[in-house]
């Protein structure tokens, strides 16, 4: 790996820390943006959102790329691994927008037409 | 191969073995493969998760279902399951240091550090049955039934339920409730509606949540909880081979410690978006 032990002890230090860190806030910011803390208090859900996903995703990166040794594999392992899962973007997507249209198909009354893309009349 | 008779010693060609084109053995190579084909069952899962989630109005609040403590401590939000978190990233951390001894050939410290491993998945393993056991028998929770609900208007009871809910209390439209069961009976609660502030002679029930909930949390975390087992279990097993010094005798001395690290980062990693699906969002 080209690193002495007590390097990679400090940096196993590190990273568990972070990892850390961002867990705590993650919670901590999920109670306080549902008003938990602070009465009546409440973030958008969108913020929310954006927010969790991204740290959870930083700590996705960390596991795997200092956890898991990714950082030192060769540019060809790295992108059979990681390229693939990049299919689950479109299938996040397209069922996300599947499992919405079901909602609405629900609400809507019988024979009803309903619109699903480029709905901007409401 | 008849043309490494040549030089007399085995000829390194890419992809034809004895070389690692990627710098990798071929077992950690194929660990890596192993993982991609998990991670798209467990992306298959929680996509299905998702989907369900947005197909259905209302859905039940994870800060309302998941807010027990053992001890009988309730609504405490996230509590409970931060320290599972905290309990699978410290295991993760002493996984990386049983590695770091196999890179040293120290025996003794591989040892020492993957029984640290070992026991935070047990702990993890714990915190886990604990939270279903208090599903199952606690709440009644089941994979088809889902006694977690969502009111989506305002109004008043007229019974109480035996632990919060009084006669009289009133709710608001987007607030949790949980029906209880009563001698074995399920018990929703009778409500009048509420309209503009007023109560009206409109009386309901309280309704169970979405169906699909209790089956994809049981199948979700199931499925996570099984890898955590079987983590466990090779975890063992290779403690146990280098406490014997099998490994010492080995080429590739402590390369099956690496292994399993990586299977149980990605254990790790499977709980991150667990954890962010099932309680966060």
Sequence with gaps: ?122 | MASTTTTGEEQKIDWQGASEPFKASYGKLMMWYFLVSDAFTFAGFLIAYGALRFSVPTWPVPDFVFSSLPGGIHHKPLIFVTIMTFVLLASSYTMVRAVQEGQQENKNGVVKWMFFTIIGGLIFLGCQAWEWNTLINGENMTIRINPFGTHTEAGVYQEGDGHDIVKGTTFEAGDSYIIHKHDGEWAPLKYNVIEGGKETDVVKEQKFGPKAFGALFFFITGFHGFHVLSGVAFLLIIMLNSATGLYEKRKNKYEMVEKIGLYWHFVDLVWVFVFLLFYLL
Excluded: C
């Design chain 1, 1 to 122: 790996m080209g690193h002495t032990y007590e390097e990679s002890k400090k940096t196993a230090n590190r990273i568990i820390t972070i990892l850390g860190i961002i867990t705590i806030v993650e919670v901590a910011f999920a109670l306080l943006g549902k008003g938990y803390i602070i009465d009546g208090l409440h973030f958008p859900p969108l913020i929310m959102g954006v927010a969790m996903i991204g740290a959870s995703i930083y700590k996705a990166y960390l596991i795997i790329y200092e956890f898991m040794h990714m950082k030192y594999e060769v540019p060809g392992l790295v992108k059979t691994v990681l390229l693939p899962t990049l299919l689950l973007v479109w299938a996040i997507i397209a069922f996300g927008m599947e499992g919405t249209y079901w909602n609405k198909r629900r609400a809507a009354p019988n024979g009803t037409e309903i619109q699903v893309l480029g709905d901007k009349n409401k």
